[in-house]
Protein backbone atom coordinates (compact mmCIF):
# COMPACT_ATOMS: atom_id res chain seq x y z
CA UNK A 1 0.00 0.00 0.00
CA UNK A 2 0.73 3.68 -0.33
CA UNK A 3 3.46 5.36 2.23
CA UNK A 4 3.26 9.25 2.96
CA UNK A 5 6.18 10.67 5.03
CA UNK A 6 6.03 14.40 6.55
CA UNK A 7 8.68 16.13 7.84
CA UNK A 8 9.13 17.97 9.87
CA UNK A 9 7.46 17.20 12.96
CA UNK A 10 7.28 20.42 14.52
CA UNK A 11 8.45 23.81 13.37
CA UNK A 12 8.31 27.50 14.63
CA UNK A 13 8.57 30.00 12.88
CA UNK A 14 8.60 34.00 13.46
CA UNK A 15 5.28 35.84 12.73
CA UNK A 16 5.55 37.63 8.77
CA UNK A 17 8.07 34.44 8.38
CA UNK A 18 7.10 31.44 5.53
CA UNK A 19 6.70 27.54 6.80
CA UNK A 20 7.26 24.48 4.35
CA UNK A 21 6.27 20.98 4.61
CA UNK A 22 7.23 18.58 3.01
CA UNK A 23 5.95 15.41 2.42
CA UNK A 24 7.18 11.92 -0.01
CA UNK A 25 4.77 9.15 -1.01
CA UNK A 26 5.63 6.02 -2.51
CA UNK A 27 2.60 4.46 -4.96
CA UNK A 28 3.05 6.10 -8.26
CA UNK A 29 -0.61 5.11 -8.82
CA UNK A 30 -1.39 8.37 -6.36
CA UNK A 31 -3.28 11.31 -7.97
CA UNK A 32 -4.88 13.45 -5.50
CA UNK A 33 -2.52 15.03 -2.77
CA UNK A 34 -4.96 17.30 0.02
CA UNK A 35 -3.44 19.52 2.63
CA UNK A 36 -5.40 19.40 6.50
CA UNK A 37 -5.40 21.96 8.68
CA UNK A 38 -6.04 20.31 12.32
CA UNK A 39 -6.74 22.90 15.03
CA UNK A 40 -6.98 21.02 19.04
CA UNK A 41 -9.72 19.19 19.11
CA UNK A 42 -11.25 20.11 16.36
CA UNK A 43 -11.66 17.79 12.93
CA UNK A 44 -9.18 18.14 10.11
CA UNK A 45 -10.18 20.62 7.63
CA UNK A 46 -8.77 21.04 3.58
CA UNK A 47 -7.19 24.22 3.16
CA UNK A 48 -5.30 22.94 -0.46
CA UNK A 49 -5.12 20.18 -2.56
CA UNK A 50 -3.70 19.55 -5.78
CA UNK A 51 -3.93 16.93 -8.50
CA UNK A 52 -1.61 14.71 -10.47
CA UNK A 53 -1.78 16.96 -13.18
CA UNK A 54 -1.01 19.80 -12.12
CA UNK A 55 2.51 21.14 -10.56
CA UNK A 56 1.62 24.10 -8.93
CA UNK A 57 -1.84 25.65 -6.74
CA UNK A 58 -1.88 29.01 -5.09
CA UNK A 59 -4.39 30.13 -2.88
CA UNK A 60 -4.06 32.99 -1.66
CA UNK A 61 -1.10 33.00 1.60
CA UNK A 62 -1.03 28.90 0.66
CA UNK A 63 0.41 27.08 -2.09
CA UNK A 64 1.28 23.28 -2.83
CA UNK A 65 4.05 22.34 -5.21
CA UNK A 66 4.08 18.57 -6.74
CA UNK A 67 6.88 16.94 -8.18
CA UNK A 68 5.71 13.33 -9.53
CA UNK A 69 8.87 12.24 -11.07
CA UNK A 70 10.66 12.40 -7.23
CA UNK A 71 7.14 11.54 -5.68
CA UNK A 72 7.06 14.55 -2.82
CA UNK A 73 5.17 17.41 -2.85
CA UNK A 74 5.04 20.57 -0.72
CA UNK A 75 2.55 23.38 1.66
CA UNK A 76 4.21 26.42 1.63
CA UNK A 77 2.29 29.39 3.78
CA UNK A 78 3.71 33.01 3.53
CA UNK A 79 3.40 35.85 5.88
CA UNK A 80 2.17 33.46 8.79
CA UNK A 81 -0.17 34.43 11.15
CA UNK A 82 -0.61 33.29 14.64
CA UNK A 83 -3.92 31.59 13.43
CA UNK A 84 -1.79 29.54 10.89
CA UNK A 85 -0.89 27.92 14.21
CA UNK A 86 -2.21 24.11 13.94
CA UNK A 87 -0.97 20.68 13.45
CA UNK A 88 -1.03 20.05 8.94
CA UNK A 89 -1.33 16.50 7.35
CA UNK A 90 -0.52 15.73 3.91
CA UNK A 91 -2.14 12.94 2.34
CA UNK A 92 -1.72 10.66 -0.87
CA UNK A 93 -5.04 9.45 -2.96
CA UNK A 94 -5.61 6.95 -5.55
CA UNK A 95 -8.56 6.11 -8.05
CA UNK A 96 -10.61 4.71 -5.88
CA UNK A 97 -10.35 7.28 -3.00
CA UNK A 98 -8.35 5.56 -0.46
CA UNK A 99 -6.10 8.21 1.64
CA UNK A 100 -3.45 7.78 3.22
CA UNK A 101 -1.86 10.61 5.54
CA UNK A 102 1.07 11.67 6.83
CA UNK A 103 2.13 11.60 10.31
CA UNK A 104 1.58 15.35 11.02
CA UNK A 105 3.27 19.18 11.55
CA UNK A 106 2.75 20.79 14.57
CA UNK A 107 3.48 24.11 13.57
CA UNK A 108 3.83 27.27 15.84
CA UNK A 109 3.72 31.09 14.86
CA UNK A 110 5.39 32.73 17.22
CA UNK A 111 3.75 36.56 17.50
CA UNK B 1 -25.15 22.04 2.91
CA UNK B 2 -24.73 20.06 6.25
CA UNK B 3 -21.90 18.93 7.39
CA UNK B 4 -20.68 15.17 8.56
CA UNK B 5 -22.50 14.73 11.32
CA UNK B 6 -21.12 12.07 14.35
CA UNK B 7 -22.45 11.11 17.80
CA UNK B 8 -21.52 11.00 20.63
CA UNK B 9 -18.74 13.54 20.96
CA UNK B 10 -16.86 11.64 23.93
CA UNK B 11 -17.00 8.49 25.24
CA UNK B 12 -15.23 6.98 28.38
CA UNK B 13 -15.60 2.86 28.79
CA UNK B 14 -13.61 0.71 31.29
CA UNK B 15 -11.66 -2.17 29.44
CA UNK B 16 -13.84 -4.97 28.33
CA UNK B 17 -16.69 -2.99 27.59
CA UNK B 18 -18.27 -2.33 24.55
CA UNK B 19 -19.14 1.02 22.62
CA UNK B 20 -20.38 2.29 19.38
CA UNK B 21 -20.27 5.23 17.73
CA UNK B 22 -22.48 6.59 15.21
CA UNK B 23 -22.00 8.57 11.58
CA UNK B 24 -24.55 10.57 9.21
CA UNK B 25 -22.37 11.81 5.86
CA UNK B 26 -22.98 14.55 3.99
CA UNK B 27 -26.10 14.26 1.82
CA UNK B 28 -25.51 12.28 -1.64
CA UNK B 29 -22.14 11.10 -0.22
CA UNK B 30 -22.03 7.54 -1.27
CA UNK B 31 -17.95 7.11 0.29
CA UNK B 32 -17.56 6.91 3.73
CA UNK B 33 -14.87 6.19 5.86
CA UNK B 34 -14.03 5.59 9.37
CA UNK B 35 -10.45 6.59 10.74
CA UNK B 36 -8.73 6.02 14.26
CA UNK B 37 -6.42 9.01 15.43
CA UNK B 38 -4.18 8.20 17.81
CA UNK B 39 -2.54 11.34 19.66
CA UNK B 40 0.07 13.33 18.07
CA UNK B 41 -0.90 10.96 14.90
CA UNK B 42 -2.46 11.06 11.91
CA UNK B 43 -5.69 9.65 10.74
CA UNK B 44 -5.67 5.61 9.93
CA UNK B 45 -7.99 4.60 7.54
CA UNK B 46 -9.85 1.60 9.68
CA UNK B 47 -12.49 0.69 7.08
CA UNK B 48 -13.93 2.70 3.24
CA UNK B 49 -17.87 1.75 2.53
CA UNK B 50 -18.67 2.85 -1.15
CA UNK B 51 -22.91 2.52 -0.65
CA UNK B 52 -23.32 -0.25 1.18
CA UNK B 53 -20.02 -2.19 0.04
CA UNK B 54 -17.16 -2.68 2.13
CA UNK B 55 -14.37 -1.10 -0.26
CA UNK B 56 -11.36 -1.93 2.24
CA UNK B 57 -11.13 -3.13 5.92
CA UNK B 58 -7.66 -4.45 5.50
CA UNK B 59 -6.92 -1.99 8.73
CA UNK B 60 -9.87 -3.17 10.73
CA UNK B 61 -9.13 -4.96 14.11
CA UNK B 62 -11.95 -7.48 12.94
CA UNK B 63 -11.38 -9.62 16.15
CA UNK B 64 -13.27 -6.66 18.18
CA UNK B 65 -14.26 -3.71 15.55
CA UNK B 66 -16.66 -3.98 13.58
CA UNK B 67 -18.93 -1.47 11.08
CA UNK B 68 -21.80 -1.24 9.00
CA UNK B 69 -23.57 0.72 6.66
CA UNK B 70 -27.32 -1.25 5.88
CA UNK B 71 -28.95 1.01 3.70
CA UNK B 72 -25.76 2.77 2.37
CA UNK B 73 -26.36 6.03 4.71
CA UNK B 74 -25.90 6.32 8.07
CA UNK B 75 -23.06 4.16 9.68
CA UNK B 76 -22.20 2.46 12.68
CA UNK B 77 -19.16 1.62 14.54
CA UNK B 78 -18.79 -0.64 17.25
CA UNK B 79 -15.79 -2.09 19.69
CA UNK B 80 -16.45 -5.64 21.61
CA UNK B 81 -14.88 -5.73 23.65
CA UNK B 82 -12.28 -2.55 24.13
CA UNK B 83 -8.77 -1.88 25.31
CA UNK B 84 -6.37 0.46 26.68
CA UNK B 85 -4.92 0.99 23.11
CA UNK B 86 -8.26 2.04 21.33
CA UNK B 87 -8.10 5.27 23.37
CA UNK B 88 -8.17 7.62 20.52
CA UNK B 89 -10.06 9.82 18.02
CA UNK B 90 -12.46 7.90 15.74
CA UNK B 91 -13.00 10.61 13.02
CA UNK B 92 -15.77 9.96 9.98
CA UNK B 93 -15.64 11.25 6.75
CA UNK B 94 -17.34 11.52 3.49
CA UNK B 95 -17.19 12.04 -0.32
CA UNK B 96 -19.04 11.76 -3.19
CA UNK B 97 -18.08 8.55 -4.42
CA UNK B 98 -14.95 6.50 -5.68
CA UNK B 99 -15.03 6.84 -9.85
CA UNK B 100 -13.32 9.89 -9.31
CA UNK B 101 -11.07 11.43 -6.39
CA UNK B 102 -13.46 13.45 -4.90
CA UNK B 103 -12.89 15.61 -1.78
CA UNK B 104 -13.41 14.16 1.75
CA UNK B 105 -14.85 15.85 4.55
CA UNK B 106 -14.67 15.07 8.19
CA UNK B 107 -17.10 14.74 11.19
CA UNK B 108 -16.02 16.72 14.09
CA UNK B 109 -15.04 13.12 15.52
CA UNK B 110 -15.77 10.90 18.65
CA UNK B 111 -13.09 10.95 21.68
CA UNK B 112 -12.87 7.52 23.28
CA UNK B 113 -11.13 7.05 26.63
CA UNK B 114 -10.36 3.41 27.81
CA UNK B 115 -9.79 2.97 30.95
Known amino acids: GENVEQHPSTLSVQEGDSAVIKCTYS??????FPWYKQELGKRPQLIIDIRSNVGEKKDQRIAVTLNKTAKHFSLHITETQPEDSAVYFCAASNTGNQFYFGTGTSLTVIP | EAGVAQSPRYKIIEKRQSVAFWCNPISGHATLYWYQQILGQGPKLLIQ????????DSQLPKDRFSAERLKGVDSTLKIQPAKLEDSAVYLC?????????????FGPGTRLTVT
Open chain 2, 49 to 56: FQNNGVVD
Open chain 2, 93 to 105: ASSLGIDFTYEQY
Open chain 1, 27 to 32: DSASNY
